[in-house]
């Protein structure tokens, strides 16, 4: 199994983005679907999750109201949308598929590369 994650970039602040992320290897139907994200000198946290049903979703504090999930079975692939950019927002996102536990947790089967966010002020 192999996911490719896309999308990431420079913006100023305030500014979008749209964060693919691509399985390939295996139907992702069963699967919580999720982003996380690394700054530089911290550790990875969790930034949105989108259950294997679809509609059940959950958000990190930081980014509600301006990030939004979202998933489609039949592509095998996992959006995040980004939207108000903030300069704190700069970090490595990653993608990650089938959470064993708690979604918001890193316990996760699969793992994407990752793809760099930029925002400056």
């Known amino acids: 199994v192999q996911l490719q994650a896309s999308g990431g970039g420079s913006v100023q602040a305030g500014g979008s983005l749209r964060l693919s992320c691509v399985v390939f290897?295996?139907?992702?139907?069963?699967?919580?679907m999720g982003w996380f994200r690394q700054a530089p000198g911290k550790g990875r946290e969790f930034v949105a999750v989108?259950?294997?049903?679809?509609?059940?979703?959950y958000y990190a504090d930081s980014v509600k109201g301006r990030f939004t999930i979202s998933r489609d079975n039949a592509k095998n692939t996992v959006y995040l949308e980004m939207n108000s950019l903030e300069p704190e927002d700069t970090a490595v996102y990653s993608c990650?598929?089938?959470?064993?536990?708690?979604?918001?947790?890193?316990?996760?089967?699969?793992w994407g590369q990752g793809t760099q966010v930029t925002v400056s002020s």
């Open positions: 989108v259950r294997y049903n679809g509609f059940t979703k």
């Open positions: 990650a598929v089938g959470s064993r536990g708690d979604p918001r947790g890193n316990d996760y089967n699969y």
């Open positions: 290897g295996r139907s992702v139907r069963t699967y919580d």
